[in-house]
Each structure stands twice: as structure tokens, then as C-alpha cells.
């Protein structure tokens, strides 16, 4: 029983439950290893182009963040396994200064996920995940649904081969977060050829998949990242699945995770 991917209220756009009653309600539901992936703090030089520019953790607040996890580690040590870790973002443009950033924080990590939620178009970036609203500003500045998710599947290939150093995170984020809003915006390519060879590259490196509980409780969306067929192809790679709730909020612990067993292994 274990989740891998957890946030904080260290998350400026999550909710304020505090960190023990994450851990209380994940010992509750019979968690024994749970993973805390606040989002990292972005590049300095990044401008976050959510409306409120709450995307990640404040880099002021990254050192509180680290010694309030070791002294919750130590304080359950008896009751479940806590692992300090961070979501890491891949932007594309940023790889050097992601680099640096791992190299001074990898020492202090049990566990990280690298994931994709900005896409650059020109001079400017979007956040894919944000809102229908901006998804569909997006599909207007790349000209279609299919080039948006072809954007997003490069991107993430980019971040499968990047030299990030010795501390880049080797599980995948949400490697279909770009269906959040598919039934909205329904694509109408497959992109069977693109997910196939992003599957080949992550066995290639033995990396690990964020198997996520998340888009099974989006309106818009409605199913894991990835969904069912991506995971029975990962598990022909056998390529780990590492389940995570992403949760923001306590409440959200577990979600998706009956059902995506259910569907991943005996449907």
C-alpha cells in the first residue's frame, strides 16, 4: 500500500489540511510508504503564466518544507514509511537551470517525479492543465487539439532523454495530464505511435510511471494518466507503476485506485 505521489499545504493552490492529517487519513486507509511530491520551486527566471502565479512551492519556503518532513518522518517511524520528495517540472529551455536546481536538492530526497505542465509557443508558455479556458487558448495559439497533445508528447519525450544529472527524477509524472480536458476537447489522433515510443524510452532507462488516481475524478477527463491500454503496455515493458493519488487535499488519498486496479489487471 503505497502512494507516491502526495501534496502539502506547501502547495499555494492546494488546501490548507496540514501535513498530519495527510498522513493520519493514509494510515487510516491502510498505507504503509507514502511519498510527499510537493511541486518544486520553478526556475527563478520562470514566469508562471497561471493567473495567480501559484503553479509551485516559493523557493523561501523549501527549507521548511524539508525539516517538517524529517521531523514527521522521525514521529511516525513506527506507523508508515514517509518519503520526502518533489514534483519536479520539465520546461522545456530550462534544462540547465532544473539541473542545478537537482544537484543542490537531490541530497536531501528520498523520492521525486518529473513531470510536464508548461508547453512554450514562441515566447510565451501555457499552463496545459490549468483551466478549460486556458486549454483552449492554447488549441487557438498551436491551431488544433492534435498539435497541442503532439507539443505535450514531445515535451515529454524531452524530458525522458534530458541530462538533468545524477538527481533527475526517474519516475514519469502523469505522462497523460494532456487529457485533462479531453472531453471537452476531444483529440482526434490516436497518438498510439508517439505514446508507444515514449513507453520504449522510459524501459530503455528503466524509469518508473506515476500511475495516477487524479483524472479518474476530472469532470473533463474521467480516467487515470495514463488510462487502461497505456498501463497494460507498460506492464509488457515491465515498467514499474507506482500508484499516486495526487492528492491536494486529504480527502483525495486513494482516489481513482479501486477502480484503476480493477480495470489495469482484470479487466
Known amino acids: 500500500m503505497r502512494d507516491g505521489h502526495i501534496h ?6 492546494g488546501s490548507r489540511d496540514s501535513l498530519e492529517q495527510y498522513i493520519e487519513r493514509a494510515i487510516e486507509l491502510g498505507y504503509t510508504d507514502i511519498s510527499f511530491t510537493e511541486h518544486a520551486p ?7 503564466p497561471t493567473p495567480d502565479q501559484d503553479s509551485a512551492m516559493a ?7 524539508l525539516s517538517t518532513l524529517n521531523d514527521l518522518k522521525k514521529q511516525y517511524k513506527n506507523d508508515i514509511a514517509i518519503r520526502i520528495g518533489l514534483e519536479v517540472d520539465f520546461i522545456v529551455g530550462y534544462e540547465e537551470e532544473t539541473a542545478r536546481f537537482l544537484e543542490e536538492i537531490g541530497p536531501e530526497l528520498d523520492d521525486s517525479i518529473l ?3 508548461f ?19 492554447m488549441v487557438e495559439a498551436f491551431g488544433s487539439v492534435s498539435l497541442v497533445y503532439e507539443a505535450y508528447y514531445q515535451a515529454l519525450l524531452q524530458s525522458i532523454r534530458a541530462d538533468l544529472g545524477s538527481y533527475k527524477p ?4 502523469h505522462m497523460t495530464l494532456v487529457h485533462k480536458f479531453q472531453k471537452q476537447f476531444p ?11 515514449i513507453l520504449d524510452e522510459i524501459k530503455h532507462r528503466r524509469y518508473e510511471l506515476d500511475y495516477n488516481g487524479a483524472g ?14 497505456i498501463v497494460r503496455e507498460a506492464m509488457k515493458r515491465n515498467i514499474p507503476l507506482v500508484y499516486g493519488s495526487d492528492a491536494h487535499c486529504a480527502n483525495d488519498l486513494h482516489q481513482g485506485k479501486d477502480m484503476m486496479i480493477a480495470e489495469a489487471f482484470f479487466a
Open 59 to 65: 523557493i523561501e519556503q523549501l527549507d521548511l518544507y
Open 170 to 173: 526517474k519516475r514519469i509524472g
Open 119 to 137: 508547453l512554450p509557443f514562441g515566447d510565451q508558455y501555457f499552463c496545459l492543465d490549468y483551466s478549460p479556458d486556458m486549454f483552449a487558448a
Open 187 to 197: 483529440c482526434s489522433a490516436t497518438m498510439k505511435e508517439q505514446i508507444l515510443h
Open 8 to 13: 502539502t499545504p506547501f502547495c499555494p493552490h
Open 115 to 117: 513531470s510536464v505542465h
Open 42 to 48: 520553478l526556475p527563478p527566471a520562470f514566469i508562471d
Open 216 to 229: 479518474v475524478q476530472k469532470p473533463l477527463c474521467q480516467e487515470p494518466y495514463p488510462p487502461h491500454w
